[in-house]
């Protein structure tokens, strides 16, 4: 399994637009191959953070997906990213 998350940092007053406009990436996502969950959400506390969580059973399945990344139209709203990749061997129960 990988999981990809993160935090994306937005230009002052853009989290709405990035929210909004990433709502087609999500459902996309969520229907593709490989995808086990999805989301891009508003962070809590800070007003121009959003947060990623993504989890997928393949490489090749995220990789198909990913494409050529966010498009410019996101890009343009991003100040910065820390978003991480995770390659997970097992996982069961807490």
């Not at 935090?7 to 909004?20: A, D």
């Not at 990623?52 to 890009?75: C, H």
Request: aromatic share 6%.
């Amino acid at each position: 399994m990988i999981i990809i998350s993160g935090t994306i940092v937005l230009k002052p007053g853009q989290r709405r637009n990035f929210l909004e406009a990433s709502a087609a990436a999500m459902e996309a996502a969520r229907r593709a191959p490989g995808c086990t969950a999805f989301v891009v959400a508003a962070d809590p506390i800070e007003a121009d953070l959003a947060n990623v969580y993504e989890e997928w059973e393949r490489e090749e399945d995220l990789l198909k997906f990913r494409g050529e990344g966010p498009s410019a139209d996101l890009r343009a709203m991003i100040v910065a990213a820390n978003v991480r990749r995770h390659e997970i061997a097992r996982s069961g129960p807490p």
